[in-house]
């Protein structure tokens, strides 16, 4: 039964084998020869050349332009930022011309009380700073005025020449050191008076009572002549 499906008469294999042949034929005449309509178009073949081609024009192009282009405005760049600083030049010399010059100062028509003057007053004065100023003004405090325009001498880096602007007046009394009523502390915080001269007074006081006069403080080991010179105007005995 199955022999019979796949029985071909004579005929039947004859026209097969021909349909095989023009099948092959028709298969390799498409490969061997293309057809007309694959043909390459002149046309698309100048497009695809072009293309292959342009890329390199534009980079060419772009690297000319960008050199013509430096070369023709870097001078006035060079020259416009030439320009702007000059101007700047210009107008801070200008401006500092316009600034008020440093005014020189002038001696005092007369001497100012040391005790009395202020920052504003001393600061006025020639070969005096601010600085100078306020440490003359805080050595007052802490000595309870001046006695002597040398203690000037006593700040240090303050020159001997300003000694001159100034004198000591009545005006304002000096702050006594009452050393028979004030405790260490208080004894140690004039300048001076060190820690063994007030603990020496506050001994003496103790031992021996309240202390009458200058005289005193040469049982005191503690002070020198010199000490006690410098530090008798502010002894009050009371």
């Known amino acids: 039964m199955s022999k019979d499906h796949f029985y071909f008469s004579r005929n039947d ?15 390799g005449a498409v490969v061997l020869w293309p057809s007309k309509g694959a043909e390459t178009d002149p046309a698309v073949d100048s497009m695809l050349v072009a293309r292959r081609t342009e890329q390199p ?12 282009d430096t ?25 500092a011309q316009s600034l008020p010059r440093y005014r020189r100062k002038e001696a005092p028509l007369s001497p100012i009380d040391l005790n009395a003057a202020d920052s504003l007053m001393l600061v006025s004065l020639p070969g005096i700073g601010p600085y100078y100023a306020r440490r003359i003004i805080r050595y007052r405090q802490q000595l309870g005025g001046y006695a002597r325009t040398a203690q000037l001498l006593e700040i240090d ?50 031992e021996r009572g309240m202390i009458k006069g200058p005289e005193q403080f040469s049982f005191m080991e503690e002070f020198t002549a010199q000490d006690l010179e410098r530090l008798e105007p502010y002894l009050d005995f009371r």
Not at 62 to 67: A, H, I, L, M, Q
Not at 165 to 182: A, G, K
């Open 13 to 27: 294999r004859i026209v097969a084998l021909i349909l095989l042949s023009v099948i092959i034929l028709s298969k």
């Open 57 to 68: 024009r534009k980079e060419n192009y772009s690297r000319e332009y960008n050199r013509r």
């Open 71 to 95: 070369a023709a405005y870097t001078p006035s760049y060079n020259r416009t930022v030439r320009r702007t600083f000059r101007d700047t030049v210009v107008r801070r010399m200008d401006t």
């Open 157 to 206: 880096g303050l020159s001997d020449s300003v000694m001159k602007w100034f004198i000591i007046t009545d005006t304002v009394p000096l702050i006594p050191v009452r050393v028979n009523s004030l405790s260490l502390t208080e004894l140690r915080n004039h300048p001076y008076l060190n820690f063994y001269q007030a603990r020496a007074i506050l001994d003496f006081r103790r």
